[in-house]
């Protein structure tokens, strides 16, 4: 939900405009974009919303912040699934990479539900890289 302090409000406390139909089909096409790795695993996962993301974020602001998330989300992932399968040799590896690929899923959905509803999105437990 959008309030004033994740940045959907403008300063005196009006909400913005309404983003384009195209730029929430972008927006959410940079979520989505995640799903690439299941096509070219290990890297396509953080290409798919990248790729999206640069093809788009000097045309739109609202492109532009929902790519960013994207792709910080997909980092992320990739390295909490690699921490997961380092600790695979102490089986608890097993757990977590279940709980990491689980978490992506899920929150792909939502980001991506959100987006076409016009909201603004930030994904939890996101190391923030690209700002």
Do not use: K
Not at 16 to 32: T, Y
Not at 45 to 61: K, T, Y
Request: glycine share 10%; proline share 4%; net charge negative.
């Amino acid at each position: 939900m959008a309030d004033e302090s994740d940045g959907v409000w403008d300063g005196e406390g009006h909400a913005p405009e309404e983003p384009a139909i195209w730029e929430r089909n972008w927006a959410v096409f940079c979520h989505l974009g995640g799903f690439a790795g299941l096509l070219v695993p290990g890297i396509g996962q953080i290409l798919g919303p990248l790729i999206l993301w640069l093809a788009r974020r000097d045309q739109s602001a609202y492109v532009d912040h929902h790519g960013r998330e994207a792709v910080n989300f997909q980092i992320s992932m990739t390295l909490y699934a690699l921490v997961a399968a380092a600790l695979i040799w102490v089986l608890i590896g097993f757990v977590l990479i279940f709980v990491v690929l689980a978490m992506q899923f899920v929150l792909m959905v939502l980001a991506s539900v959100a987006a076409s509803h016009g909201e603004l999105y930030r994904y939890p437990v996101t190391l923030r890289l690209i700002q």
